[in-house]
């Protein structure tokens, strides 16, 4: 019998190996440990990067890194509309350029006249200060995805406007980079308006039949509120330098052991199928990946499969009453969502199935344009990392922008 692994797989296994340690790990500030910052690895190709720090309403410090033109284009001086690429669950903003120029869709972005911006979610490697907390305190890590989507997706989007003058912008999210965008626009609606074309990969909202191994043994440990979740909850998971603690431990005793480790990195982002992985990335992915998450961020995706609902966390009876007002937490309005979306789902893909995206679709006040790759063509991982993202991925989204940018050019002033 074969077992096969995803990424939700692994994060759990290392999710209940991180509890079960029950030792909190001190980290080295982000300065002190990284090799490479996403600015270093974009400035190594030759193009322009900028580093931008933004405060939230909480007082998070968010890294946001930009290739604000190209140097192959010489584009400074022109218009330049502004993209955000947003990253999934324990990624970061190098997701979007470890394939390289001619692959990664930064780079193909920059190339194509755009200003771009790669943001990062509160707690992973480029956003781990608060003006008020450290690291070590357990509030610091007392957030989910609904925070990251209603406050620091929506503070990016703002510094992004502010920046560069521009009324609204593009958007591109794999994973939960998709997962906080709904989020956003369904509590903050207003923010469809800064939207011009959202470009959603692996769409991940309603998880109801989301197909992983560990996923369905552990929901009912998991999946809602209980003594366990208590006290595995509001601390950090999968940062790398948890993976270096662990590997001491348990990989650098036995031949078996250290090739398991040393593969460790594919099971989790490329699900157990690296066929269709870029090799150059799934190298230097062990030396940005993983960045880094609450756990919150964990156990409240759980709570979606459990639940089968798109809604905002559950903290039991008694703190849902205080929290929300009523017994169990709301549903996510997703018929606030009016911007113009495009979905790219896959049949291969075991955490954003077809019946839930097709669902999410469904609700939609605007139908979003839908790519479908049928049978094993595109795991969840490889929306950002497979061979021939640039012609199957990457490119149909600029055409997208590309083809919104042009319309508009056209309008008379009176149209817009």
């Not at 011009?196 to 043994?217: C, D, Q, S």
């Not at 156990?299 to 459990?306: A, I, R, S, T, V």
Request: with cysteine.
């Amino acid at each position: 019998m074969t077992i096969h692994f995803t990424f939700l797989d692994v994060f759990l296994i290392f999710f209940v190996l991180q509890a079960a340690l029950a030792q909190p790990i001190q980290y080295d500030s982000p300065d002190e440990k990284l090799m490479k910052t996403t600015a270093d690895r974009i400035k190594e190709h030759g193009y322009p990067a900028e580093i931008h720090y933004v405060e939230t309403e909480d007082n998070y410090v968010i890294g946001m890194f930009r290739i604000p033109y190209s140097h192959n284009l010489q584009n400074q001086n022109e218009p330049r509309p502004a993209i955000l690429l947003q990253h999934g669950l324990t990624s970061c903003s190098d997701a979007w350029i470890l394939n390289g120029p001619n692959d990664a869709l930064a780079f193909l972005l920059a190339d194509a006249g755009y200003d771009v911006w790669m943001g990062n979610a509160r707690g992973n490697t480029y956003s781990r200060n608060n003006t008020r907390l450290s690291t070590n305190h357990p509030y610091f890590w007392r957030f989910s995805w609904h925070e990251i989507g209603v406050i620091d997706i929506a503070a990016m989007i703002d510094h992004i406007l502010t920046t560069t003058g521009e009324t609204a912008i593009h958007y591109t999210g794999h994973s939960q980079g998709t997962t906080v965008f709904f989020v956003l626009m369904s509590e903050k609606p207003e923010y469809n308006e800064k939207i011009k074309t959202a470009h959603l990969l692996a769409p991940v909202a309603f998880m109801g039949n989301m197909k992983t191994l560990w996923a369905k043994y552990t929901r009912r440990f998991i999946g809602r509120p209980n003594t366990l979740t208590g006290i595995v909850d509001t601390t950090e998971v999968m940062h790398a330098t948890f993976f270096e603690e662990l590997y001491n431990i348990l990989c650098t005793k036995h031949a078996v052991m250290q090739f398991m480790c040393k593969n460790l990195i594919h099971l989790l982002n490329g699900d157990n199928d690296v066929g269709n992985m870029n090799q150059t990335v799934v190298g230097l992915l062990d030396e940005t990946h993983p960045a880094g998450a609450s756990s919150t961020q964990v156990l409240h995706y759980m709570q979606e499969y459990e639940s089968k609902r798109f809604c905002q966390l559950d903290h039991g009876v008694a703190q849902n009453r205080k929290k929300y007002g009523r017994d169990t937490p709301p549903d996510y309005d997703v018929a606030q969502i009016t911007s113009t979306l495009f979905f790219y789902y896959s049949d291969a893909d075991t955490l954003a199935d077809v019946i839930d995206v097709e669902h999410l679709a469904s609700l939609l006040p605007k139908s979003p344009t839908m790519t479908h790759f049928p049978g094993s063509t595109m795991s969840h991982g490889e929306f950002a990392w497979h061979v021939n993202v640039k012609e199957m991925v990457n490119m149909p989204i600029i055409n997208a922008c590309n083809e919104y940018e042009n319309s508009v050019e056209t309008l008379n002033p009176s149209e817009l």
